[in-house]
């Protein structure tokens, strides 16, 4: 298949890149069915009232070698997802039951390139489809030539989708008020924006649960998609895409390879309204601007025709980043932020070829997200680069990325900042996270503030005495909470302050010997999502922060541990309900600095009850970078400046 790809792109991009010459390459490309190709052309060129079909044809074939789509064989698989659907009541069962299917379909799915084996037929009739709803059709009237090319012309909304009969299968799907909304409401009338947000309102709710954590499968049905009861960002605006181009709606998808400060990249849906101007929004309304907060590297829209920096590289045989493999994207970044092009320094003492990117950090490792092209001397122009986010140069091929240049910040007003390593200086730091609080924690600010602890002589609490209080006025997420008794006590309890919520994921108790005391857990009340396996009374003693139990009212959910006999303890070490992501007792954690190449390790240590760890010998000015090798994934660059952390 990559042989098949390099020819197409040969054969397209070789020589001369005049329109008529790709056009010419595209056609000869097709091979034996070349002729299915020609019969379109011939089809337009006998009406000179055609003249703009013409046109359109000619883009579709001129931009088409690079595309494949999955044999209509794959609808068998859909039907057998289908049939799967009820039976998968949770997500792990949604896994595997998932993983098991497709491991028994793949082998009879079947990719081809579209310039082999795409009919005539079919090519005419989605055309004339496509100009009866531009021409015909409500929502598109505003559209100019252009635009109708990349937001309703494709016989395809997203690569690999199969060739069926897509429009008129989903003209009805989730249309919702669109109809009578425009004839009640003469500022409806045509407007492309009311009509994607109610057919967004009419499929939301179908979408049971997003999540990132999932395999994604060759999914383009979109009343499958719309049965899912667990799906991806991805997987919710094919869906959703499908349905509203089906219906002339001049919808595209955005995306971002990669968060600027987070794992993975993202997708959501983007309209283009009468004034011609996007307008995103999330599909099924699930996380509705949750994103637009966020720092942003690069944001590109889905297309037909390839990216022509990214297809240029495939012409010269070069290894693509699987961060950007997906080639059909134009960039858009300046729609959305204030964006920079930067000459980049590199480094004089390497060899640098032309396959240049820029990337950002996933939390593990740099990943690449645009192309850049190298000047004269030793710099790279990078364009429309996000403020607020760390980049790095790079050079990326089969045996993956070098480094070569400094590590850099854009800061918000489009100043480069390097990271300048000194290692002429050291100092000691303390550290009690590896990652930022991020506003999902923060959201939950007043759920996990305050919290008593109260000892007793009896099991059932029926008299307490409050022995120590969690912070309530600052967003404390560990620490050790000193325990103040008259003498020891056989029974305590967790409880939050007052009427209202504490949730709290571990407690550890240590007697005044500094010994790690076990107890027994005595519940009260009823435990809260018990289905979800988490609010759990027996989640404060799992050695596991991720999982939590959420302590209402003084008297009414709580949860108390019986140590077997008196004992005195001294101290708390409390985890609050968060991300992991403080320093933990027991697990081993990794000091690293980027030195110029790669991530050198300054210290391993293993943390204890007092949740927080002193580095020695870190260098100044450092880029530095905290990970937990015991477990997790989670770990962001950041420097330390006058006891400060700030984080990338």
Known sequence: MKKLTIL??????????????????????????????????????????????LRAAVYLIRYMPLHKSYDTAIERYYDAVDSLIPHLKDKETFKRGMAELYDRYKSRLR???????????????????????????????????????????????????????????????????????????KEYRYNSRMAALETNRALSGNFLRYTKQLASYPIFRATTLRSLPFGTCMESCTCALLAMRSKGIPVAIDFTPQWANRKYGHYWLTVLNMRHRSEQFAP?????????????????????????????????????????????????????????????????DIDIGDNIYISTFNNQEWVAVACGERRRGSTAHFEKLGRNVCYMPVQYDRNGFQAIGRPFYLDYRGRMNPFRLDTTGYRTIRLTRKYPVYEFVYQNREKITGGLIQVSDTPDFHRT??????????????????????????????????????????????????????????????????????????????????????????????????????VDIAQIVYFRRSDGNNLYPGYEYLLSFWNGRDWQEIDRQTADARTYLDFDGVPDDALLLLQCTTTGTESRPFTYRDGEIEWY
């Open 8 to 53: 197409f792109c040969l054969s397209l991009f070789a020589a001369c890149h005049s329109d008529q010459k790709e056009f010419r390459r595209a056609l000869a490309a097709a091979g034996e069915n070349r002729q299915q190709l020609e019969q379109v052309i011939e089809h337009y060129k006998r009406d000179e009232a055609d003249s703009l079909k």
């Open 111 to 185: 990719l081809n390139f579209d310039l082999r084996t795409m009919t005539a037929e079919y090519l005419i009739r989605n055309i004339e489809q496509a100009f009866d709803l531009w021409q015909n059709g409500k929502w598109a009237t505003h559209l100019d030539f252009d635009e109708f090319c990349e937001y309703i012309l494709p016989y395809k909304c997203i690569e690999q989708q199969p060739m069926t009969d897509w429009r008129t299968a989903l003209e009805e799907l989730c249309r919702g008020n669109i109809d009578r909304n425009e004839k009640e409401c």
């Open 284 to 348: 099924f309304d699930i996380e509705p601007d949750a994103h637009l907060n966020r720092p942003f590297s690069k944001i590109y829209r889905m297309t037909y025709r390839p990216n022509p920096e990214l297809a240029e590289r495939l012409f010269r045989k070069e290894t693509i980043p699987s961060s950007l493999q997906y080639i059909f994207f134009r960039d858009v970044s300046d729609e959305y932020m204030r964006t920079d092009d930067l000459d980049v320094p590199l480094f004089d």
């Open 465 to 566: 005495i409050d022995v120590a209080e969690f912070p309530r006025d600052s967003l404390t997420l560990a620490g050790n909470q000193t325990v103040q008794t008259n003498r020891p006590y056989r029974y305590w309890r967790l409880c939050a302050s007052d009427e209202g919520r504490c949730d709290m994921a571990e407690l550890i108790f240590y007697d005044r010997s500094g010994r790690r005391l076990e107890a027994n857990l005595i519940r009260c009340g009823r435990e809260v999502h018990p289905q979800n396996k988490v609010n759990l009374a027996t989640a404060i003693n799992d050695d596991d922060p991720l999982t939590l139990f959420s302590a209402r009212g003084i008297d009414d959910i709580w949860v108390g541990f019986d140590f077997g006999r008196p």
